[in-house]
């Protein structure tokens, strides 16, 4: 029901924009967001849209590099990443939230997820 395209390897400086096509019963999701993980490392909260107004936040972590858009007409989030660094590698997942009326950042506030997409940066 979601699933997420545009990883790959690539330099630091970079950019990369991930997809996160949504299907069935996301369609009534209030909120879509991005995650991802690092090898050893607990998942992290990246970004977040809401899909009824389009407000955005992201992760201080991130901030002025990633932003999130969407297009409703192909049912698809994205995930614009400019300034990739190495610090940036992670499995990247979307995930839709069904009933969090307010940009959810935390993990438990989302009810389905992707498979995720591996981002690599080289340094």
């Known amino acids: 029901q979601l699933v997420e395209s545009g990883g790959g390897l690539v330099q630091a400086g970079d950019s990369l924009t991930l997809s996160c096509k949504v299907s069935?019963?996301?369609?009534?999701?209030?909120?879509m967001g991005w995650f991802r993980r690092a090898p050893g490392q607990e998942r992290e909260f990246v970004g977040v849209i809401s899909l009824s107004t389009a407000s955005t936040a992201v992760a201080d972590s991130v901030k002025g590099r990633f932003a999130i858009s969407k297009v409703n007409a192909k049912n698809t989030v994205y995930l614009l990443m400019n300034s990739l660094k190495p610090e940036d590698t992670a499995v990247y997942y979307c995930?839709?939230?069904?009933?969090?009326?307010?940009?959810?950042?935390?993990?438990?506030?989302?009810?389905?997820w992707g498979q995720g997409t591996q981002v690599t940066v080289t340094s």
């Open positions: 069935g019963r996301t369609f009534s999701a209030n909120s």
């Open positions: 995930a839709a939230s069904l009933t969090t009326d307010w940009l959810p950042t935390r993990s438990v506030e989302y009810d389905v």
